[in-house]
């Protein structure tokens, strides 16, 4: 019921995650992203332990081979899960096991891994790929332009009702963490709108984090 990608921007080494869903707040519970280190998706019958077990073994120097091949070892219900990792040097890997629900699918490249279950038909993750390795730009627009392949591809089988992204850069917090935890309408659509409205101001956001005195004004009434 879960389509996602996992992305490196090569340019900048940002991380970041997109996911959608027919369930409700899917990101809450499948998106985990670190800045220099990777990040993952974890899904279908989601044990959320496996993302925060996998940006450990990241961290730690394992691989995006090596991290999946770990966690098929130690993840408890393994054959219920899908995992997808991409790692700082842009390799990627991904797990689904034998019991994923309905129809699935899984693709690759080099810093990219998107993977779906109870999807309309299996080359959805692949068309999420190729979505995603023909584009430029910020790493944001890339994935949801990724995202937006997936449902032109045919999406899930039913309709989605929450979708969320995070991004992480050079600070140890996520410089994006946007989710549409549930919706009767487009959930990606309206992630895009979230992103449009907030990417002009992640920067700044940062900047009163680390130097408020030198950072821009807020914007607000009061502000001066």
């Not at 921007?9 to 670190?34: D, H, I, K, L, N």
């Not at 730009?137 to 392949?149: E, I, K, S, T, V």
């Not at 487009?186 to 992103?195: F, K, Q, R, S, V």
Request: aromatic share 6%; glycine share 12%; net charge negative.
């Amino acid at each position: 019921m879960t389509f996602s990608i996992v992305a490196r921007c090569a340019e900048t080494g940002m991380f970041g995650v997109a996911v959608s869903s027919s369930s409700p707040a899917v990101a809450a519970r499948c998106a985990y992203a670190q800045a220099g280190v990777g990040a993952i998706a974890s899904q279908n019958v989601t044990d959320p332990r496996l993302g925060p077990q996998g940006l450990d073994l990241l961290a730690r120097g394992a691989s995006a081979d090596e991290t999946v091949a770990i966690l098929r070892r130690i993840g408890p219900h393994i054959d219920f899960r899908q995992i997808l990792t991409v790692d700082a040097a842009g390799g990627s890997a991904i797990h689904s096991g034998g019991k994923v629900l309905g129809v699935w699918g899984e693709a690759k490249a080099m810093n990219v891994a998107c993977g779906g279950n109870l999807l309309a038909n299996p080359d959805v993750p692949k068309a999420m790929v190729d979505a995603f390795t023909a584009s430029s730009g910020p790493l944001g627009d890339r994935l949801l332009g990724a995202m937006r392949a997936a449902l032109d591809a045919g999406g899930e089988a039913g309709p989605v009702h929450s979708a969320g992204m995070k991004l992480v850069d050079d600070v140890p917090w996520p410089v994006a963490d946007l989710r549409v935890d549930w919706t009767d309408g487009d959930p990606i659509a309206e992630l895009d709108a979230l992103w449009r409205r907030y990417e002009p101001q992640m920067k700044d956001y940062v900047a009163r984090a680390l130097d408020p005195s030198a950072a821009p004004s807020y914007g607000v009434p009061g502000d001066e």
